[in-house]
């Protein structure tokens, strides 16, 4: 029931967004770009467990779909149809997708500049991959059913899919490469070999995996961990309870543990790598400043290098407005604004900051 509000809840605010920002650019004579659909973002195209690929992270109704990846290249279904009216329509200050209006990579721009970004695009440095869409938790705000409808090809990529997707991304000479989404990664049996494959392609890019971590129970996982340069252990609380309350079906002490673990399996090896974060999605019933101390302590008993604080937006109900508002919480690390707080217990190592490979064409006219 709870999930089914939030969802509506979604859908409603997501409505009265869009309504605002078309009327904003029309009043102010401004019109919009994508970043994912202009190539100006690492991580806003992601394959989903179907191989269509998607201009956002939370394409839950599928409205954001290019296109197949089996049937047609990454760089056909940029200068593609459906891309190039995406790209029309935001340029006329219309936002075509449902997610739009929550996206991070949509920007209000000058008219001329919505114009030169509707017939002109560049390649991306990175993609992100959904190897699965299934998921071993029900989270509060999930939309798992509607997210099964819209991946009719399939709930999980094969051995195929993924080599395909390598080529693409050494194609495109891409220095980034985000594996996960809507689905829990580890839920596949073959995510040694997918991460391998990308490796043995691209074996200069960065990997990154985020997780619930009740999976990388095995030292096969962790040996598939390891070949990621970061890894995120998605935790949302300081015990079983608090997880739950978002997190449906986890296990604060199991996860904890697996993360634990995978530290001590990384240094056994003598690595640095990956880099192991504790992502804590902050709400409001696990924010107050005794629990959060806790966590950091928690945090720097397991030995990761980061705990890294992100604020909620979903459920509304749910968001922590001390995250927000409340300077103690300014006052911790580092970070990106009202988006998240880094609190490092090793030399930082920022996401996307390795050498890209090669540079792949700057400009592509759009059809």
Known sequence: MKASLASRCRRLILWGLKQGLQLGAKLTGRRFACQSLSGMVRDGLFVNSDMTVSCNCQDVDGSG?????????????????????????????????????????????????????????????????????????????????????????????????????????????????????????????????????????????????????????????????????????????????????YQRGGDFDRAYANMRRLVEFRNGRGSARPCIYWKYVVFRWNDRPATIRRAIELARQAGVDCLQLTFARNPLWGISWRFLLAPWFRSLGVGGGWRFRNVWFSEPVEIGSYPRPAAAPTEIQAA
């Open 65 to 245: 779909q290019l296109g197949c990846l089996r049937e047609t290249s990454l760089e056909e279904l940029l200068s593609g149809q459906i891309a190039g009216r995406f790209r029309r329509e935001l340029a006329d200050g219309r936002l075509p997708v449902s997610r739009c209006p929550g996206c991070f990579h949509l920007r209000m721009v000058p008219r001329a500049v919505a114009t030169a970004r509707a017939s002109h695009f560049r390649l991306p440095v990175g993609l992100s991959v959904e190897n699965t869409v299934l998921c071993n938790l029900r989270c509060l705000g999930c939309c798992r059913e509607e997210v099964l409808r819209t991946r009719q090809r399939g709930h999980a990529l094969g051995l195929d899919d993924v080599r395909i997707v390598a080529e693409t991304l050494a194609r495109l000479h891409a220095a980034y490469c985000g594996y996960y989404n809507l689905g829990e990664p580890f839920l596949s049996r073959t995510i040694g070999r997918e991460l391998g494959l990308l490796r043995r392609h691209n074996p200069q890019m960065e990997v990154l995996i985020s997780t619930n971590g009740l999976l990388v129970d095995s030292d096969e996982k962790r040996e598939a961990a390891l070949l990621a340069d970061h890894v995120l252990f998605s935790i949302d609380g300081i015990d079983t309870p608090m997880v739950r309350r």
